[in-house]
């Protein structure tokens, strides 16, 4: 398709690249791509303008062109852990399974990892994601080197205890820092509370206020489960949604990912304070969430989901 060049190569963005004969809008079109990786021309014919310029040629013919897809929340690192553990619930699935294992990943598995699902997400389709991870800075390199598009957080957990808390956003900064300093403009930082079951208030609040200084992204898990959401009510006397809004994390440039046990009312908080919500279905399914997010409650409100 690509003549005899490592088709890898095109994904770094740095070659002039013609795609011929694809289907767009219903017509047959060619599409050039500059060395920066920007649709300079589409049309028809232009295959003849351009094809001196071109260091790659894909013939697109029985193809579609379309935008490219975007993952609203993964842990991209975890593409290694695939399979670990199956057929339980979340809570047990974390305590159990995953929290262990993560203990023993280091900076190079999460490298390994994120590399392996960039590969996999451009090769379906997907050209941009929001994911949730540690080691990040690790994961930052994988998404540099793929030519992917990516929101990177730091997967922030205190645990309600004062010491964590401190670690978690000096690694917070540390990873906002160093995200800058690439000064990669496909790469962006966001900060990440877990959740309200892993991040006290005080945490919270603290990536709240830090998210709103550097005007950056939050990235969290809302209502993923019924014990989340009853725990939550046990713990601060209310549900999930007004305990967020209290500490300041729901804002335009929030994203709650599941939102499966979400209530009306709290679809329309959502809504007020624009948050949008990430849909996961299949990991849902996995860990036997027990409930669809209620779409119908989400969008009838007026959230992006
Ligand atoms: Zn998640």
Redesign the pocket.
Known sequence: MTDDKNVQEIFIGRNPLLITNVKYQGKNVDIFLDGTGTISAIGEGIRSRHKGEADYIIDGDGAIALSGLVNT?T?AGMSLLRGYADDMVLQDWLAQKIWPLEAHLTGQDVYWGTKLSCLEMIRTGTTAFND?YFFMEDAARAVDEAGIRAMLCYGFIDLNSDEKRENECRATERLVGHIRSMNNPRIQAAAGPHAIYTVSPAGLKWCAEYAAEQNIGIHI?LSETEHEVNECVEQYGKRPVAHLDDCGILTPRTVA?HGCWLDENECSVLARRGVSVAHNPV?NMKLATNRAMPWHWLTGAGVTV
Do not use: P, T, W
């Open positions: 929340h842990h949730m898990h990912a990991s």
